[in-house]
């Protein structure tokens, strides 16, 4: 954070945006997003901070990151844009900051559209085996959602994009693929039950005991793997204390999934398909995250994973560049830091909120 805004001071733009993990609002109370605030005051810049939350922008995760704007004195400081889906929870936000979401007030006669869930991305897929070395392959069926209908139009045909010469021949999928497990995992996902929260938890010899901690069963032998290793690691058993249910958990098709990590391994995350033995592929993930289908990835499987893991979500991104725009124009007007998307604003084809009130961020 030093050098980015060491990087700032000498190029001094018009404006900055900052991403970050809410981490850096929780972390020694929030020093690293006080310093980074400060830092831009300092160097004579108007700042305004915000926590926004990807599925607030029509994504079936959740995904909350902070995002500080910076602005010279002699520009409009850009605004955060109010949400059009309904996926606020309670008790995520870090409480030092938590007049900084970009959210509705309560009380407001908001309009959101209904949040979207794992099944409305990814259930038109082809199944795919825990085995796919095909970078490109064909779809096996139609769209079956609204998303679905969107994620896969042509960068000709999807508003906003000209990468034309990125468009796929029709029929085209890129990176349907799965990071391939090892014998002795892809042995233990097989024995995952297909249902809603199933996890390692599930498997043979492993019970929950008391304040949902878990522990071997002592009436029962250790069950073995092929290999010969346990069935059920002692990483899984002491994750958490003994507390947490991610590993080897498989996502459920009602579900907004928390958030697209970087490393698509099933030991200490949710990661799995909800009904195939395998985790999720880079395509699903960069569904999660709004890529359009016609984005091809390059390098190495694992490469790609974090090329979509790190990634600002794209209607997130869409959204706070319609934002810069119209600070750019002069087309904000008032001291309210947040403002709504016009109905006219279309992201994955669906309509903007309609809501009237504004919440409140502090700048």
């Known amino acids: 954070m030093v050098v980015f805004m060491d990087i700032v001071n000498y190029l001094r733009p018009k404006y900055v945006l900052m991403e970050n993990v809410v981490d850096i609002l929780k972390f020694a109370d929030g020093f690293l997003g006080r310093y980074a605030l400060s830092r831009l005051v300092a160097m004579n810049y108007q700042a305004r901070l915000g926590m926004m939350v990807a599925g607030c922008y029509g994504l079936p995760q959740f995904r909350m990151r902070a995002f500080i704007w910076g602005a010279l004195p002699s520009m409009v400081l850009p605004k955060f844009p109010l949400p059009t889906h309904d996926v606020i929870k309670p008790g995520l936000v870090p409480n030092a900051f938590s007049r900084c979401l970009v959210a509705y007030e309560e009380t407001a006669n908001k309009h959101l559209r209904k949040a979207l869930v794992l099944e409305d991305a990814i259930s038109d897929l082809p199944e795919v085996q825990n085995h796919q070395p095909n970078d490109v392959m064909e779809y096996d069926s139609d769209p079956k959602t609204e998303f679905q209908r969107y994620i896969r139009l042509s960068s000709r045909d999807m508003k906003g994009y000209s990468f034309e010469d990125a468009t796929p021949k029709k029929g085209q999928l890129f990176d349907h693929q799965p990071l391939q497990l090892n014998n002795d995992d892809y042995e233990r996902v097989q024995q995952i039950p297909e249902k809603k929260g199933a996890n ?72 799995l398909h909800p009904t195939q033995h395998r985790v999720l592929t880079v395509r699903e993930n960069a569904r999660l995250q709004g890529f359009p289908d016609y984005y091809r990835l390059f390098g190495p499987v694992k490469e790609k994973y974090i090329q979509v893991g790190n990634a600002v979500a794209v209607p997130v991104a869409r959204a706070l560049g319609y934002s810069l725009g119209q600070a750019l124009r002069g ?33």
């Open 200 to 271: 390692f938890r599930d498997l043979k010899g492993v019970r929950v005991g008391a304040k949902n901690t878990v522990e071997f069963n002592p009436n029962i032998p250790r069950a073995l793997l092929s290999s010969g290793k346990p069935l059920v690691p002692d990483y899984a058993m002491s994750f958490i204390k003994g507390k947490s249910s991610k590993p080897f958990r498989r996502l459920w098709w009602d579900e907004t999934v928390p958030t697209v990590v970087t490393r698509a391994e099933p030991h200490n995350q949710a990661i």
């Open 331 to 363: 087309e904000f007007v008032g001291d309210q830091p947040l403002f709504k998307l016009p109905e006219s604003f279309s992201c994955m084809g669906q309509a903007a909120a309609t809501g009237s009130s504004v919440g409140v961020v502090e700048a």
